[in-house]
């Protein structure tokens, strides 16, 4: 463990282009600052994947509204021949570089409340269904495991998967053991050190499962 527990942030990144590619990965970080570096570069790479990918029916979907509306940028500076997949994971690497930027001057960003994660959603939301590239949680470690607690339930009902096997209540049963403390003071049980070790380990099965 490097720094102190309560400076460490996770991040669920969740990435499907339906008949090829499907993953959920957790990033895990000292703090938010190298967070949001490791998770947006990520981000980045597969979200130009699903752009490339899905560049025709974006065209059928009004994309150009995202320029106009959400990045503020006027009509008349729209390209003669019209917006490409290029334009939008520039401007992806555009507001990621600005908050990188804004790191480097002494700020710490939640990942949710950046520019770069609104236009991430704003592509979501024109891409077809079951295909994004989102990051639903991210935060401290004790919210993000109680966050995923709420979270990984849900997962099992549109499979109509009621049933659980023995695997998948093991990885229920570790984010429950990580989100019974709220904070740092409530580490009654287990030091610091050892809650880390285990959260490492919960991430790295997890990741291994997912990804």
């Known amino acids: 463990m490097k720094g102190n527990l309560d400076s460490y942030r996770a991040a669920l990144v969740e990435f499907r282009d339906e008949g090829a590619y499907d993953s959920r990965a957790v990033y895990l970080e000292p703090d938010g600052n190298r967070l949001f570096t490791t998770t947006s570069e990520s981000v980045n790479e597969s979200a130009e994947l699903l752009i490339n990918g899905h560049w025709e029916y974006l065209r059928s979907q009004g994309y150009g509204e995202i320029f106009h509306e959400v990045l503020d940028i006027p009509l008349e500076d729209a390209p003669a021949d019209g917006w490409d997949p290029e334009h939008l994971t520039v401007q992806l690497t555009r507001l990621r570089n600005e908050t990188l930027d804004e790191i480097q001057a002494g700020s710490v960003p939640d990942i949710k409340d950046t520019e770069w994660h609104r236009l991430l959603e704003e592509i979501n939301g024109v891409l077809p269904d ?68 285990l959260f490492y380990q919960v991430v ?4 291994d499962y997912h990804v």
């Open 130 to 197: 079951n295909n994004y590239i989102t990051v639903p949680i991210a935060g401290d470690l004790f919210g993000f495991a109680r966050a995923m607690i709420r979270r990984e339930p849900w997962l099992y009902r549109p499979l109509g998967k009621y049933q659980l096997s023995d695997g998948d209540a093991r990885r229920l049963a570790e984010w429950s053991i990580l989100a019974a403390p709220k904070s740092v003071d409530e580490l009654i049980w287990i030091d610091n050190k050892e809650y880390f070790n």
């Open 204 to 207: 790295d099965t997890f990741n």
